[in-house]
């Protein structure tokens, strides 16, 4: 065999062997623990707004204005056509995995991201109430769907109740 063939053949056989795959039960749960007791900082750090029904509204107003593009109106990702198309998808705020974090922890992932994931990073563009409003939001999402789409993916406009205004969810 020449020595270009056999270059060519070992090449196929290491595309072959690359080939990535979606990570199985074992390795999401180690990537979570991971995350959540060592990637993770802010857990003992506690929220210092009350989750009262104007300080629901103003954490939902900041999450519309700043997470549902990615995230949806309702927190999980309700009209987000690429939503699972992300690596790793966008997993829905609502999940046992996310609402397991702290409010520390997730005021930290809003404030810092999550790299190499799609989740940006909020420092200098939120501030550090709205982060905590944001989590407050979090804690309290509405049904999934409830709200509709994002009007940016052809939700119509938002309700009131969407844009933070009306019933607190």
């Known amino acids: 065999m020449s020595r270009a063939r056999l270059l060519l053949l070992a090449a196929g056989v290491a595309l072959l062997g690359c ?68 690596a790793p998808p966008i997993p ?21 991201g999550i790299f190499p994931s799609g989740m940006p990073a909020s420092r200098g563009i939120l501030g550090d109430e709205e982060m905590w409003g944001i989590v407050l939001f979090i804690r309290h999402l509405p049904p999934t769907g409830s709200l509709g789409e994002p009007p940016v993916y052809g939700g119509g406009p938002p309700s009131p109740q969407a844009l933070g205004g009306g019933r607190v969810p």
Not at 51 to 73: I, M
Not at 93 to 98: C, Q, T
Not at 99 to 112: F, M, P, R, T
């Open 19 to 86: 080939k990535a795959t979606p990570p199985g039960p074992l390795e999401r749960a180690v990537a979570s623990q991971v995350k959540r007791r060592l990637t993770v900082r802010g857990r003992s750090d506690r929220n210092p707004l009350e989750p009262s029904p104007e300080n629901l509204r103003r954490g939902q107003r900041a999450f519309g204005n700043y997470c549902t593009v990615c995230h949806g109106l309702d927190g999980r990702a309700t009209g987000v056509p690429f939503a699972e198309a992300m």
């Open 92 to 112: 829905s705020l609502g999940s046992p995995e996310v609402q397991a974090y702290s409010d520390g922890q997730l005021h930290w992932v809003i404030e810092n």
